[in-house]
């Protein structure tokens, strides 16, 4: 089993940026390293939706349409953690903030991932 925590999330005006951390913890017969990783969101009344993923070893991401240019998904393996810079923040990227990690694919799709944080909540004010 792997637990993820998230953190970082926040109050913040439109244009500003956080960085949001995510750690993973517990016994897993795997290293942290070998997980592909992803940052999901869900704004009040709509679906979770992709972020941004990232491979095992830090190599290719993928952005949404929505944050590319202005977040950046990277990752230390060391320090069994992922992270999600998010520049030029606006209002529509106002939402609760998940980490995920997938045991065997580099995906979009929420249903590929086998473990969840919590979430962190980000609000951004015009």
């Known amino acids: 089993q792997v637990q993820l925590g998230e953190s970082g999330g926040g109050l913040v005006q439109a244009g500003g940026s956080l960085r949001l951390s995510c750690t993973a913890s517990?016994?897993?017969?795997?290293?942290?390293?070998?997980?592909?990783m992803g940052w999901f969101r869900q704004a009040p009344g709509n679906e979770r939706e992709f972020v941004a993923a990232i491979t095992w070893n830090g190599g290719p991401t993928s952005y949404a349409d929505s944050v590319k240019g202005r977040f950046t998904i990277s990752r230390d393996n060391a320090n069994n953690s992922v992270y999600l810079q998010m520049n030029s923040l606006k209002p529509e990227d106002t939402a609760v903030y998940y980490c995920a990690a997938a045991r065997s694919r580099f995906s979009v799709n929420s249903y590929d991932y086998d473990y969840w944080g919590q979430g962190t909540q980000v609000t951004v004010s015009s």
């Open positions: 517990g016994r897993s017969g795997r290293t942290f390293g070998s997980y592909y």
